[in-house]
Protein backbone atom coordinates (compact mmCIF):
# COMPACT_ATOMS: atom_id res chain seq x y z
CA UNK A 1 0.00 0.00 0.00
CA UNK A 2 1.02 3.43 -0.72
CA UNK A 3 0.85 5.71 2.29
CA UNK A 4 1.75 9.80 2.42
CA UNK A 5 3.24 10.54 5.56
CA UNK A 6 3.96 14.68 6.92
CA UNK A 7 6.49 14.59 3.64
CA UNK A 8 4.51 13.21 1.24
CA UNK A 9 5.38 9.61 -0.03
CA UNK A 10 8.42 7.99 0.18
CA UNK A 11 9.95 4.49 -0.11
CA UNK A 12 12.90 2.17 -0.45
CA UNK A 13 14.59 2.32 -4.50
CA UNK A 14 14.01 -0.83 -5.83
CA UNK A 15 11.38 -2.15 -3.19
CA UNK A 16 8.65 -0.06 -3.36
CA UNK A 17 10.21 2.97 -4.93
CA UNK A 18 9.62 1.58 -8.36
CA UNK A 19 8.34 2.88 -12.08
CA UNK A 20 4.85 0.98 -11.36
CA UNK A 21 4.23 1.93 -7.97
CA UNK A 22 5.59 6.01 -9.00
CA UNK A 23 2.68 5.97 -12.19
CA UNK A 24 0.23 4.53 -10.16
CA UNK A 25 1.29 7.42 -7.70
CA UNK A 26 0.85 10.12 -11.22
CA UNK A 27 -2.43 7.98 -11.94
CA UNK A 28 -4.04 8.86 -8.42
CA UNK A 29 -3.30 12.51 -8.94
CA UNK A 30 -5.15 12.71 -12.68
CA UNK A 31 -8.14 11.30 -11.06
CA UNK A 32 -7.94 13.27 -8.44
CA UNK A 33 -7.54 16.73 -10.41
CA UNK A 34 -10.44 15.31 -12.52
CA UNK A 35 -11.89 14.40 -9.04
CA UNK A 36 -11.86 18.15 -8.05
CA UNK A 37 -12.29 19.61 -11.14
CA UNK A 38 -8.79 21.19 -11.37
CA UNK A 39 -7.22 20.25 -14.67
CA UNK A 40 -7.73 23.54 -16.74
CA UNK A 41 -4.00 24.67 -15.48
CA UNK A 42 -1.12 22.81 -15.42
CA UNK A 43 0.81 20.44 -12.42
CA UNK A 44 3.94 21.58 -12.44
CA UNK A 45 6.84 18.78 -11.87
CA UNK A 46 10.32 19.23 -10.19
CA UNK A 47 12.77 17.26 -8.88
CA UNK A 48 15.61 16.88 -6.67
CA UNK A 49 19.74 15.31 -7.18
CA UNK A 50 18.57 11.98 -5.68
CA UNK A 51 19.24 8.83 -7.80
CA UNK A 52 16.27 8.16 -10.04
CA UNK A 53 14.55 10.99 -9.37
CA UNK A 54 14.67 12.42 -12.86
CA UNK A 55 13.64 9.91 -14.52
CA UNK A 56 10.67 9.13 -11.87
CA UNK A 57 9.79 12.96 -12.69
CA UNK A 58 9.69 12.18 -16.02
CA UNK A 59 7.98 8.93 -15.26
CA UNK A 60 5.47 11.28 -13.48
CA UNK A 61 4.87 13.61 -16.68
CA UNK A 62 4.41 10.99 -19.07
CA UNK A 63 1.55 9.50 -16.95
CA UNK A 64 -0.12 13.36 -16.30
CA UNK A 65 0.40 13.55 -19.84
CA UNK A 66 -1.60 10.33 -21.10
CA UNK A 67 -4.14 11.54 -18.51
CA UNK A 68 -4.91 14.65 -20.59
CA UNK A 69 -3.26 17.31 -17.74
CA UNK A 70 -0.77 19.91 -19.62
CA UNK A 71 3.06 19.47 -17.55
CA UNK A 72 5.66 22.00 -16.87
CA UNK A 73 8.88 20.23 -16.12
CA UNK A 74 12.01 21.74 -14.35
CA UNK A 75 14.81 22.29 -16.78
CA UNK A 76 17.46 21.25 -14.26
CA UNK A 77 17.35 19.73 -10.88
CA UNK A 78 15.23 22.28 -8.30
CA UNK A 79 14.86 22.77 -4.76
CA UNK A 80 11.37 22.04 -3.26
CA UNK A 81 10.72 25.89 -2.53
CA UNK A 82 10.39 26.45 -6.08
CA UNK A 83 7.71 24.29 -6.77
CA UNK A 84 5.90 25.58 -3.65
CA UNK A 85 6.50 28.94 -5.18
CA UNK A 86 5.87 28.69 -8.92
CA UNK A 87 2.68 26.87 -7.71
CA UNK A 88 1.45 29.93 -5.24
CA UNK A 89 2.82 32.52 -7.96
CA UNK A 90 1.15 30.87 -10.92
CA UNK A 91 -1.74 29.97 -9.07
CA UNK A 92 -1.74 26.61 -10.40
CA UNK A 93 -3.78 23.75 -8.32
CA UNK A 94 -0.87 20.87 -8.34
CA UNK A 95 2.94 20.78 -7.85
CA UNK A 96 5.27 17.38 -7.59
CA UNK A 97 8.33 17.39 -6.46
CA UNK A 98 10.45 14.23 -6.27
CA UNK A 99 11.61 13.83 -3.28
CA UNK A 100 12.88 11.90 -0.08
CA UNK A 101 14.22 15.25 1.46
CA UNK A 102 16.51 14.31 4.29
CA UNK A 103 15.96 10.24 4.05
CA UNK A 104 18.78 8.10 3.60
CA UNK A 105 20.26 7.64 0.20
CA UNK A 106 18.07 4.50 -0.42
CA UNK A 107 14.85 6.45 -0.32
CA UNK A 108 13.37 8.29 -2.98
CA UNK A 109 9.86 9.82 -3.06
CA UNK A 110 6.83 11.89 -4.30
CA UNK A 111 5.81 15.35 -2.04
CA UNK A 112 2.42 16.91 -3.35
CA UNK A 113 1.35 20.51 -3.59
CA UNK A 114 -1.66 21.84 -3.70
CA UNK A 115 -3.81 25.13 -4.13
CA UNK A 116 -1.27 28.24 -3.10
CA UNK A 117 1.81 26.20 -2.46
CA UNK A 118 0.87 24.57 0.80
CA UNK A 119 1.88 20.70 1.62
CA UNK A 120 -1.15 18.39 0.77
CA UNK A 121 -3.31 18.51 3.87
CA UNK A 122 -4.29 14.63 5.11
CA UNK A 123 -7.88 14.89 3.44
CA UNK A 124 -6.09 14.82 0.14
CA UNK A 125 -3.36 12.34 0.68
CA UNK A 126 -6.12 10.33 2.32
CA UNK A 127 -8.25 10.23 -0.49
CA UNK A 128 -5.39 9.79 -2.74
CA UNK A 129 -4.19 6.93 -1.17
CA UNK A 130 -7.60 5.62 -1.53
CA UNK A 131 -7.65 6.44 -5.43
CA UNK A 132 -4.52 4.78 -5.70
CA UNK A 133 -5.95 1.67 -4.27
CA UNK A 134 -8.41 0.81 -7.00
CA UNK A 135 -5.98 1.80 -10.05
CA UNK A 136 -5.67 -1.16 -12.14
CA UNK A 137 -5.22 0.94 -15.65
CA UNK A 138 -1.82 2.91 -16.20
CA UNK A 139 -2.03 4.69 -19.08
CA UNK A 140 1.81 6.97 -20.47
CA UNK A 141 2.41 9.07 -23.39
CA UNK A 142 6.20 8.75 -24.51
CA UNK A 143 8.30 11.96 -22.94
CA UNK A 144 9.40 13.25 -25.84
CA UNK A 145 6.22 12.95 -28.16
CA UNK A 146 4.76 14.90 -25.19
CA UNK A 147 7.13 17.02 -25.70
CA UNK A 148 6.73 17.64 -29.60
CA UNK A 149 2.98 17.91 -29.37
CA UNK A 150 2.97 20.41 -25.86
CA UNK A 151 1.74 18.22 -23.57
CA UNK A 152 4.70 18.62 -21.72
CA UNK A 153 6.89 21.88 -21.75
CA UNK A 154 9.98 22.50 -20.34
CA UNK A 155 10.30 25.79 -17.71
CA UNK A 156 13.07 27.94 -19.25
CA UNK A 157 13.76 30.32 -16.40
CA UNK A 158 11.80 28.34 -13.53
CA UNK A 159 14.22 30.49 -11.05
CA UNK A 160 14.20 33.83 -11.94
CA UNK A 161 10.38 35.09 -9.96
CA UNK A 162 11.99 32.96 -6.94
CA UNK A 163 14.82 34.48 -6.55
CA UNK A 164 13.44 38.53 -7.19
CA UNK A 165 11.23 37.91 -5.06
CA UNK A 166 13.16 36.68 -2.28
CA UNK A 167 15.99 39.39 -3.18
CA UNK A 168 12.86 42.20 -2.56
CA UNK A 169 12.11 40.80 1.19
CA UNK A 170 15.79 40.94 2.00
CA UNK A 171 17.98 44.31 3.20
CA UNK A 172 20.58 44.25 0.50
CA UNK A 173 22.21 46.97 1.18
CA UNK A 174 23.23 46.08 4.95
CA UNK A 175 24.55 42.76 3.12
CA UNK A 176 26.59 44.28 0.29
CA UNK A 177 27.91 46.73 2.86
CA UNK A 178 28.93 44.10 5.86
CA UNK A 179 30.70 41.99 2.82
CA UNK A 180 30.67 38.27 4.46
CA UNK A 181 32.53 35.30 3.58
CA UNK A 182 30.18 32.38 3.47
CA UNK A 183 31.32 28.69 3.40
CA UNK A 184 28.35 26.83 1.80
CA UNK A 185 28.13 22.98 2.30
CA UNK A 186 25.32 22.59 -0.36
CA UNK A 187 25.31 18.37 0.62
CA UNK A 188 25.38 17.54 -2.99
CA UNK A 189 21.53 18.92 -3.06
CA UNK A 190 19.15 20.71 -5.11
CA UNK A 191 19.33 23.87 -3.25
CA UNK A 192 22.84 25.30 -4.32
CA UNK A 193 22.13 27.29 -7.26
CA UNK A 194 19.59 29.71 -5.71
CA UNK A 195 21.53 30.84 -2.66
CA UNK A 196 24.55 31.29 -4.56
CA UNK A 197 23.54 33.53 -6.65
CA UNK A 198 21.14 35.59 -3.90
CA UNK A 199 24.22 35.64 -2.00
CA UNK A 200 26.46 36.43 -4.61
CA UNK A 201 23.86 39.65 -5.50
CA UNK A 202 24.31 40.56 -2.08
CA UNK A 203 28.17 40.84 -2.87
CA UNK A 204 29.10 37.99 -0.32
CA UNK A 205 32.24 35.79 -1.05
CA UNK A 206 30.50 32.41 -1.33
CA UNK A 207 32.94 29.13 -1.19
CA UNK A 208 31.06 25.87 -1.63
CA UNK A 209 31.98 22.25 -0.33
CA UNK A 210 29.65 19.30 -1.95
CA UNK A 211 28.49 21.35 -5.18
CA UNK A 212 28.70 17.82 -7.35
CA UNK A 213 25.59 15.34 -7.54
CA UNK A 214 26.22 12.37 -5.48
CA UNK A 215 23.63 9.53 -5.34
CA UNK A 216 25.32 8.76 -1.57
CA UNK A 217 25.32 12.13 -0.38
CA UNK A 218 29.14 11.67 0.32
CA UNK A 219 28.29 8.89 2.20
CA UNK A 220 26.70 10.87 5.03
CA UNK A 221 23.09 11.56 5.60
CA UNK A 222 21.85 14.29 3.53
CA UNK A 223 20.70 16.28 6.89
CA UNK A 224 22.23 19.44 8.46
CA UNK A 225 22.92 17.66 11.73
CA UNK A 226 26.05 18.57 14.13
CA UNK A 227 27.15 15.32 13.24
CA UNK A 228 27.13 15.66 9.26
CA UNK A 229 28.97 19.18 9.72
CA UNK A 230 32.08 18.51 11.31
CA UNK A 231 33.67 19.63 7.94
CA UNK A 232 32.25 22.80 7.50
CA UNK A 233 32.74 23.48 10.89
CA UNK A 234 36.56 22.64 11.12
CA UNK A 235 37.03 24.39 7.74
CA UNK A 236 35.14 27.51 8.56
CA UNK A 237 37.48 27.80 12.01
CA UNK A 238 40.51 26.85 9.80
CA UNK A 239 39.80 29.46 7.15
CA UNK A 240 38.01 32.10 8.98
CA UNK A 241 34.46 32.31 7.42
CA UNK A 242 31.91 34.39 9.08
CA UNK A 243 29.37 31.72 9.08
CA UNK A 244 28.71 27.83 7.25
CA UNK A 245 25.71 27.18 5.95
CA UNK A 246 24.07 24.13 5.06
CA UNK A 247 20.93 22.54 3.21
CA UNK A 248 19.40 19.11 2.94
CA UNK A 249 18.49 17.34 -0.22
CA UNK A 250 15.79 19.67 -1.91
CA UNK A 251 16.63 22.36 0.30
CA UNK A 252 14.11 22.66 2.87
CA UNK A 253 16.04 22.18 6.31
CA UNK A 254 18.83 24.42 7.06
CA UNK A 255 21.76 24.08 9.17
CA UNK A 256 24.17 26.98 10.71
CA UNK A 257 27.72 26.84 11.68
CA UNK A 258 28.98 29.73 13.61
CA UNK A 259 32.38 31.43 12.83
CA UNK A 260 33.81 29.89 15.96
CA UNK A 261 32.38 26.35 14.53
CA UNK A 262 29.81 26.06 17.01
CA UNK A 263 27.02 24.07 15.42
CA UNK A 264 23.52 25.90 15.56
CA UNK A 265 20.76 24.11 15.86
CA UNK A 266 17.48 24.64 14.09
CA UNK A 267 15.78 25.55 17.68
CA UNK A 268 18.20 27.98 17.88
CA UNK A 269 17.98 29.20 14.34
CA UNK A 270 14.32 29.73 14.82
CA UNK A 271 14.67 32.24 18.06
CA UNK A 272 17.46 33.92 16.13
CA UNK A 273 15.40 34.39 13.56
CA UNK A 274 12.18 35.42 15.63
CA UNK A 275 13.93 37.97 17.61
CA UNK A 276 15.87 39.77 15.18
CA UNK A 277 12.46 40.17 12.83
CA UNK A 278 11.02 41.40 16.33
CA UNK A 279 13.21 43.46 17.81
CA UNK A 280 15.95 44.20 15.13
CA UNK A 281 13.15 45.16 11.99
CA UNK A 282 10.07 45.68 14.36
CA UNK A 283 7.68 43.11 13.05
CA UNK A 284 5.05 42.11 15.19
CA UNK A 285 3.36 39.33 15.70
CA UNK A 286 3.11 35.96 17.19
CA UNK A 287 4.97 32.82 16.25
CA UNK A 288 4.26 29.33 15.22
CA UNK A 289 5.86 25.89 16.55
CA UNK A 290 5.25 22.24 16.11
CA UNK A 291 4.90 20.64 19.20
CA UNK A 292 8.19 19.11 19.45
CA UNK A 293 9.65 22.29 18.88
CA UNK A 294 12.04 24.55 21.62
CA UNK A 295 9.12 26.28 24.28
CA UNK A 296 12.23 29.11 24.57
CA UNK A 297 10.03 30.46 21.29
CA UNK A 298 7.34 30.85 23.98
CA UNK A 299 9.67 32.94 26.42
CA UNK A 300 10.74 34.98 23.47
CA UNK A 301 7.25 35.53 22.16
CA UNK A 302 5.63 36.67 25.56
CA UNK A 303 8.47 39.45 26.09
CA UNK A 304 7.19 41.07 23.31
CA UNK A 305 3.66 40.79 24.40
CA UNK A 306 3.39 37.86 21.47
CA UNK A 307 2.02 34.16 22.12
CA UNK A 308 3.39 31.20 21.01
CA UNK A 309 1.16 28.55 18.79
CA UNK A 310 1.74 25.04 19.48
CA UNK A 311 0.61 22.48 16.42
CA UNK A 312 0.93 19.23 15.60
CA UNK A 313 3.94 18.00 13.66
CA UNK A 314 3.35 18.14 10.02
CA UNK A 315 4.61 21.83 8.09
CA UNK A 316 0.86 21.89 6.78
CA UNK A 317 -0.23 22.56 10.21
CA UNK A 318 2.24 25.31 10.55
CA UNK A 319 1.83 27.59 7.55
CA UNK A 320 -2.39 27.31 8.08
CA UNK A 321 -1.73 28.45 11.45
CA UNK A 322 0.71 31.53 10.34
CA UNK A 323 -2.17 32.15 8.14
CA UNK A 324 -4.80 32.16 11.00
CA UNK A 325 -2.92 34.27 13.54
CA UNK A 326 -0.75 36.46 10.90
CA UNK A 327 2.21 35.13 12.69
CA UNK A 328 5.88 36.28 12.03
CA UNK A 329 7.44 32.96 11.29
CA UNK A 330 6.63 29.54 12.03
CA UNK A 331 9.10 26.17 11.84
CA UNK A 332 9.74 22.95 13.38
CA UNK A 333 13.11 21.47 15.56
CA UNK A 334 13.50 19.41 12.39
CA UNK A 335 15.19 22.12 10.26
CA UNK A 336 12.20 23.67 8.93
CA UNK A 337 10.88 26.88 8.79
CA UNK A 338 9.19 30.12 6.53
CA UNK A 339 8.48 33.47 7.22
CA UNK A 340 5.09 35.33 6.77
CA UNK A 341 5.39 37.24 3.62
CA UNK A 342 6.83 34.49 1.67
CA UNK A 343 5.92 30.91 0.20
CA UNK A 344 3.13 28.37 2.28
CA UNK A 345 6.12 26.13 3.65
CA UNK A 346 9.87 25.44 3.67
CA UNK A 347 12.44 27.28 2.61
CA UNK A 348 15.75 27.35 3.39
CA UNK A 349 17.02 29.32 0.50
CA UNK A 350 15.26 32.13 2.33
CA UNK A 351 16.13 31.46 5.60
CA UNK A 352 19.93 31.07 4.96
CA UNK A 353 19.71 34.26 3.27
CA UNK A 354 17.54 36.12 6.38
CA UNK A 355 20.63 34.72 8.63
CA UNK A 356 23.24 36.22 6.53
CA UNK A 357 20.73 39.72 6.90
CA UNK A 358 20.53 39.12 10.54
CA UNK A 359 24.61 38.78 11.13
CA UNK A 360 24.98 41.87 8.67
CA UNK A 361 22.66 43.86 10.68
CA UNK A 362 23.36 43.28 14.26
CA UNK A 363 26.97 42.89 13.36
CA UNK A 364 27.06 40.34 16.35
CA UNK A 365 28.09 36.34 16.24
CA UNK A 366 25.35 34.80 16.68
CA UNK A 367 26.01 32.36 19.11
CA UNK A 368 26.77 35.93 21.19
CA UNK A 369 22.78 36.75 20.34
CA UNK A 370 22.17 32.93 21.87
CA UNK A 371 23.89 33.61 24.95
CA UNK A 372 21.95 37.11 25.08
CA UNK A 373 18.66 35.41 24.87
CA UNK A 374 19.67 32.39 27.46
CA UNK A 375 20.58 35.03 29.75
CA UNK A 376 17.12 36.71 29.69
CA UNK A 377 15.54 33.27 29.45
CA UNK A 378 17.28 30.56 30.81
CA UNK A 379 19.03 27.59 28.78
CA UNK A 380 17.25 25.43 26.84
CA UNK A 381 18.79 22.31 25.73
CA UNK A 382 17.13 19.60 23.73
CA UNK A 383 18.07 16.01 22.91
CA UNK A 384 16.67 13.62 20.66
CA UNK A 385 16.51 9.53 19.86
CA UNK A 386 15.09 7.61 16.89
CA UNK A 387 14.30 3.83 18.07
CA UNK A 388 14.47 1.48 15.86
CA UNK A 389 12.08 -1.48 16.30
CA UNK A 390 10.89 -4.43 14.93
CA UNK A 391 7.64 -3.99 12.73
CA UNK A 392 5.50 -6.46 14.74
CA UNK A 393 6.01 -3.98 17.77
CA UNK A 394 4.82 -1.23 16.57
CA UNK A 395 1.25 -2.37 17.97
CA UNK A 396 2.56 -3.42 21.37
CA UNK A 397 4.02 0.37 21.92
CA UNK A 398 0.90 2.03 20.53
CA UNK A 399 -1.29 -0.04 23.08
CA UNK A 400 1.33 1.06 25.91
CA UNK A 401 1.20 4.75 25.02
CA UNK A 402 -1.57 5.36 22.84
CA UNK A 403 -4.44 3.53 24.68
CA UNK A 404 -3.26 1.92 27.48
CA UNK A 405 -1.89 5.89 28.30
CA UNK A 406 0.11 4.36 30.79
CA UNK A 407 3.52 6.49 31.06
CA UNK A 408 7.08 6.14 32.85
CA UNK A 409 7.82 7.19 36.84
CA UNK A 410 9.12 10.64 36.10
CA UNK A 411 11.03 12.27 39.00
CA UNK A 412 9.57 15.82 37.96
CA UNK A 413 5.66 16.51 38.72
CA UNK A 414 3.97 16.07 35.41
CA UNK A 415 2.15 18.91 34.77
CA UNK A 416 -0.37 17.69 32.00
CA UNK A 417 -0.49 15.14 28.94
CA UNK A 418 -0.99 15.94 24.97
CA UNK A 419 -2.21 12.80 22.82
CA UNK A 420 -3.16 15.62 19.57
CA UNK A 421 -0.10 14.45 18.16
CA UNK A 422 1.78 11.76 20.18
CA UNK A 423 2.26 11.32 23.09
CA UNK A 424 3.89 15.03 24.76
CA UNK A 425 4.31 14.81 28.67
CA UNK A 426 4.69 18.49 30.29
CA UNK A 427 6.28 19.40 33.44
CA UNK A 428 6.07 21.77 35.81
CA UNK A 429 9.54 23.77 35.52
CA UNK A 430 8.42 24.17 32.04
CA UNK A 431 10.63 20.68 30.22
CA UNK A 432 8.25 18.13 28.19
CA UNK A 433 9.58 15.02 26.67
CA UNK A 434 7.24 14.19 23.36
CA UNK A 435 7.29 10.17 21.87
CA UNK A 436 5.61 9.93 18.41
CA UNK A 437 6.09 7.62 15.58
CA UNK A 438 7.78 8.92 12.26
CA UNK A 439 5.58 9.68 9.09
CA UNK A 440 8.53 8.53 6.37
CA UNK A 441 10.31 5.85 7.97
CA UNK A 442 9.35 3.49 10.74
CA UNK A 443 11.20 4.61 13.54
CA UNK A 444 9.74 6.27 17.25
CA UNK A 445 11.03 9.72 17.57
CA UNK A 446 11.54 11.14 21.17
CA UNK A 447 12.46 14.63 22.15
CA UNK A 448 12.73 16.24 25.47
CA UNK A 449 14.06 19.60 26.41
CA UNK A 450 14.96 20.83 30.01
CA UNK A 451 17.57 23.29 31.43
CA UNK A 452 20.58 20.85 30.60
CA UNK A 453 21.19 17.59 28.38
CA UNK A 454 21.42 15.46 31.01
CA UNK A 455 18.42 15.91 32.45
CA UNK A 456 16.68 15.97 28.94
CA UNK A 457 18.74 12.79 28.19
CA UNK A 458 17.05 10.98 31.27
CA UNK A 459 13.61 11.55 29.81
CA UNK A 460 14.51 9.73 27.06
CA UNK A 461 16.00 7.23 28.74
CA UNK A 462 13.16 6.64 31.36
CA UNK A 463 10.73 6.11 27.86
CA UNK A 464 13.46 3.45 26.34
CA UNK A 465 13.67 1.64 29.71
CA UNK A 466 9.88 1.79 30.00
CA UNK A 467 9.38 0.49 26.73
CA UNK A 468 11.77 -2.07 26.30
CA UNK A 469 14.01 -0.88 23.14
Known sequence: ??????????????????????????????LLAKEQNKISKPIIIGYDRRFLSESAAKWVAETLAAGGIKVWFMNRSAPTPLVMHTVKDKELHFGIEITASHNPPN?????????????????????????????SDIEICAFNDAVKDGRIEYLRNPFNKFLDDIIDLLDMKALRERGLRVLFDTMHGSGAYPLQVILHTARCTVDTINLNKDAYFGGMMPAPSEQTLSTLSNMVVKDGYDFGIAMDGDGDRLGIVDRNG???????????????????????????????????????AESFGEKCYEVP????????????????????????????????????????????????????????????????????????????????????????IFEERKLPDFSNKVEKVGYEDGCKVYFENGDFVICRFSGTEPLLRIFAESGNKETAAKYISDFKEFLNI
Open 1 to 30: MIKFGTGGWRAVIGDDFICENIRRVATGIV
Open 107 to 135: YNGIKLIVDEGRDAPIETTQRLEEIIENV
Open 262 to 300: RYINANEILCLLYYYLVKYKGWKGPVVRNLATTHMLDKI
Open 313 to 400: VGFKHISSKIDEVDAVLGGESSGGLTVRGHINGKDSVYAASLFAEMVSVTNKCPTDIIRELEAEFGKFVMVEDNLHFAREYKSVIEKI
